[in-house]
């Protein structure tokens, strides 16, 4: 990943993480896009948080065990603890909200047609 990427894995200790900065330019304008799609997704880092764990519960439920967020108003983290396996998930976790961020009308028609299942923050 590109050090000025709005989405990077990276190790620290015994953990491996997912760092997404929700207010980069292309992940803010796509946030407002899908506030603009329900009025609850307001899209900071906590929300952030509820729409993966929604997205990852439908789509690859795997990736949620072991995943601990740490969500901040203008940034998102997610860590598990270090091993190979985990690597690999943080790396999956990182190309799905990348793959979010780049499709907005996926991800806006996720949040119109799926806005009242998520908890939002």
């Known amino acids: 990943?590109?050090?000025d990427d709005y989405v990077s894995v990276f190790q620290y200790k015994n953990n491996v993480g997912i760092s997404f900065d929700v207010e980069a330019e292309k992940p803010f304008r796509v946030g407002?896009?899908?506030?603009?799609?329900h009025a609850m997704?307001?899209?900071n880092?906590?929300?952030w948080a509820a729409l993966l764990d929604w997205y990852l519960a439908?789509?690859?439920?795997?990736?949620?065990?072991?995943l601990e967020h740490d969500p901040e108003a203008g940034s998102?983290?997610?860590y598990y603890?270090?091993?190979?396996?985990n690597e690999a998930k943080a790396a999956k976790v990182a190309a799905l909200i990348r793959a979010l961020v780049e499709n907005e009308e996926e991800a806006c028609?996720?949040?119109?047609?799926h806005g009242d299942d998520i908890e939002w923050d």
């Open 109 to 113: 028609r996720l949040v119109r047609e």
């Open 45 to 47: 880092g906590y929300n």
């Open 81 to 85: 603890l270090l091993t190979p396996e």
């Open 41 to 43: 997704a307001y899209m």
């Open 1 to 3: 990943f590109a050090m």
């Open 58 to 66: 439908q789509r690859e439920p795997a990736l949620l065990e072991g």
């Open 32 to 37: 407002e896009q899908m506030n603009a799609a």
């Open 76 to 78: 998102y983290a997610g």
